[in-house]
């Protein structure tokens, strides 16, 4: 995730190259259809004005919707992500976001709802000590930030897939989308929510989640990339209608597998 105060509007051509070039670089792809695309002729791409030509605008687009495709089909809903030791956790764990670490939002616990609406039958709002009495899962996996760097932190929370099916939401919905207390804005297929690892994150290392990891609460997902796992959530909804997200809407591939 790029670390920045001003919202970008335009598409970023250098993010969704570099993710197509990921993507096709890795062996899974390279086999999927042989190479689609080839690296030379997205790389004939990096002389373009994206602003200017809406023909360079469009094929881009398509680039990234192609790589959220292939990486949809290619997903393992029951693969897992490596796990490690205490010993390998990251310390200090690294600050991310698109604002300072001084600029983290303060949600004031005792205030604290979390809304649930779209395709949930158990639509209804949940406090704080409601949702810390779910049943509790950690992990200690590795954060990937597309920016190339990775850390180790340690999750607690309860599992995504659990808190879904208690709320009752329907399964079969295309996307889980959310809302925070920073204005970021995020959704995710239905297979990663549903994910074994997927985990409402209430704790980070043994203690309450600290504001600049996301208090009171941030979706953890080892198997997508950083800048997918939203924090200080205050909604979540279940839909059909694709939702987009913060860094999504301005270029960056919507699966985001890491």
Known sequence: MKTTGRKIIELDRAAILADARRELDMPSRRLFGKRMLTLGGLSLLTGCTITDDASVNTFLTAVSRLNDRVQGWLFDPTRLAPTYTEAQITRPFPFNAFYSESEAPVV??????????????????????????????????????????????????????????????????????????????????????????????????????????GYPMKLR??????????????????????????WVDQGYNWFGGS
């Open 108 to 213: 004031d616990g005792g205030d604290y709802r979390l809304t649930i609406s779209g395709l949930v039958k158990g639509q209804r709002v949940w406090t704080l000590p409601e949702l810390y009495a779910l049943p509790h899962a950690e992990q200690i996996t590795r954060h990937i930030c597309v920016e190339g760097w990775s850390a180790i932190g340690r999750w607690g929370g309860t599992p995504f897939a659990h808190f879904l099916r208690r709320v009752d939401a329907d399964l079969t919905a295309k996307y889980v989308g959310f809302r925070c207390a920073d204005n970021y804005y995020e959704s995710i297929d239905m297979a990663t929510a549903l994910h074994p690892q997927t985990l409402l994150a209430f704790d980070y290392d043994g203690e309450r989640l600290p504001a600049k990891y």
């Open 221 to 246: 997902m080892p198997t997508k990339l950083g800048y997918k796992n939203p924090k200080h959530i205050v909604e979540i909804f279940v839909t059909n209608t694709y939702p987009g997200g913060y």
